[in-house]
Nanobody, 121 residues
Framework: QVQLVESGGGLVQAGGSLRLSCAAS????????MGWYRQAPGKQRELVAVITSGGITNYADSVKGRFTISRDNARNTVYLQMNSLKPEDTAVYYC???????????????WGQGTQVTVSS
């Protein structure tokens, strides 16, 4: 059983900062690419940032220069540091991981439950 547990969302004023965390767990599982997606009301879920197990990162154009994704492989935890937040960053943020089961070689995606980020103007 894989679990992705997110934390760190909340309400912040425009220009402020928040840090999201996502801790992944599960016996005999490895977590390869990990990332953050977000979904605003009435919109489709979109990629925010992704990081490989080797530390290579990719960002949506809308967050480049403001958000930083990082990970601690020893803790299977991925972080999203969000600075200079804008009202248009308001959304539910979801953690995502590409999961590999070391015994069965099964690969699949797993999602967290989501954490609300609200940026007031």
């Amino acid at each position: 059983q894989v679990q992705l547990v997110e934390s760190g969302g909340g309400l912040v004023q425009a220009g402020g900062s928040l840090r999201l965390s996502c801790a992944a767990s599960g016996k005999a599982f490895s977590f390869n690419n990990m990332g953050w997606y977000r979904q605003a009301p009435g919109k489709q879920r979109e990629l925010v940032a992704v990081i490989t197990s080797g530390g290579i990162t990719n960002y949506a154009d809308s967050v480049k220069g403001r958000f930083t994704i990082s990970r601690d492989n020893a803790r299977n935890t991925v972080y999203l540091q969000m600075n200079s937040l804008k009202p248009e960053d308001t959304a539910v943020y979801y953690c995502n991981a590409n999961v590999f089961h070391r015994d069965t070689y099964q690969r699949f995606e797993s999602w967290g439950q989501g954490t609300q980020v609200t940026v007031s103007s």
